[in-house]
């Protein structure tokens, strides 16, 4: 048996081949277990509702874009941006302040409109802006205020380099927003605000997904099944909120729906699951048929847990909003936002 001196140690040669063999595979291993991290606040894409997603970081003033592939994000690419000048999670109007948490954009200014809604102080948004949802149902309920949160450009791109240097808005290069927005479709490419990235490893990713997809099933089964109780008890008893009023309000419009003859036929499809730091948002396509109605549309809950870490419902959206188009095949990037700047911009040159 040869033996061998490593380390001022006295090993024999099998011994040796294991050190060897162990300082060989751990780096491979480490590496594999490196490239399952993801980012903690997409545990759940789809190809319609988010296809690709936008999440913006505070703390190193970047603009992550990701892409659905097969339900796990992938990165695409990375944008500088500026955020509020005031760091901190936004609370009131006027604070200068960037909101933290998960968006929608609903609607898309050109710089034409921009100057025409804002006179000569228009040209300080740039190319065009992306106008989100903030205040979302949970802002609302945290009583914060505020408007006109926009992902958009600046004719002043010094900006971009201070970082801190928005009244609350993200800004990016004029070129970045034109390049981003082939990737994004309004109601349908969410943004997603975080002070910092979190990445998870493969099995508190997936524990964390199972976990609210196992909420949401058991709160689909109870509606179709109409158990009033269980399904009133996926619902939280004091800070849920919707257009019908509060919990107690909802309890006795369902308990009415529910008491209608026959069972209820209900569809998901196109599922999507986006965390906050406190909060999450489930989104899904839902088609509804019942002895009287028949219809379908996006469905938005809004959930957090309870003292016991129980995921309940606050909020929940049934919208049409960003249901146009389901009959696509595939999403493909174009330049639908910025087509008539970017050709009048060739022509002046």
Not at 169 to 176: L, Q, S
Request: charged share 25%; hydrophobic share 35%.
């Amino acid at each position: 048996m040869m033996y061998l001196f490593i380390k001022k140690k006295l090993i024999k040669s099998s011994q040796f081949l294991s050190f060897i063999l162990f300082f060989l595979i751990t780096p491979m291993a480490l590496a594999q277990e490196v490239s399952k991290l993801y980012p903690a606040p997409l545990l759940a894409l789809d190809t319609f509702y988010s296809h690709h997603i936008l999440i913006a970081e505070k703390s190193t003033h970047l603009l992550h874009l990701f892409k659905n592939n097969a339900g796990y994000p992938e990165l695409v690419k990375t944008y500088q941006v500026a955020t509020g000048k005031k760091m901190g999670d936004k609370g009131s109007e006027g604070d200068f302040r960037t909101p933290e948490g998960i968006y929608n954009f609903i609607e898309f200014l050109t710089n034409k409109q921009l100057i025409e809604k804002s006179g000569s102080q228009g040209v300080i948004y740039g190319a065009g802006a992306f106008v989100t949802d903030y205040p979302n149902p949970v802002d609302q309920h945290m009583g914060k205020t505020g408007s006109g949160i926009w992902l958009h450009s600046t004719n002043d791109e010094t900006r971009i380099d201070k970082g801190l240097d928005s009244r609350g808005c993200v800004v990016t290069a004029n070129n970045d927003l034109i390049d981003v927005s082939k990737y994004l479709e309004l109601y349908k490419t969410p943004l997603v605000i975080v002070q910092d990235l979190v990445y998870l490893n493969e099995k508190t990713f997936e524990a964390q997904k199972n976990d609210i997809k196992k909420t949401v099933d058991s709160w689909l089964s109870s509606w179709k099944s109409k158990n009033i109780e269980q399904y009133i008890s996926f619902y939280h008893p004091t800070e849920f909120k919707d257009a019908k009023g509060n919990y107690a309000k909802y309890k006795a419009y369902k308990k009415a729906v529910f008491s209608n003859p026959g069972s209820p036929k209900i569809e998901i499809d196109n599922y999507s699951i986006l965390k906050s730091k406190n909060y999450t948002v489930v989104t899904f396509t839902q088609k509804y048929q019942s002895n009287t109605i028949n219809d379908s549309g996006k469905k938005l809950l809004y959930l957090k847990q309870d003292e016991n870490y129980n995921w309940k419902i606050v909020s929940e959206i049934f919208t049409k909003n960003g249901t146009d188009g389901n009959d696509k095949i595939a999403f493909e990037p174009s330049l639908r936002f910025f087509k008539d700047y970017v050709s009048g911009k060739k022509g002046s040159n």
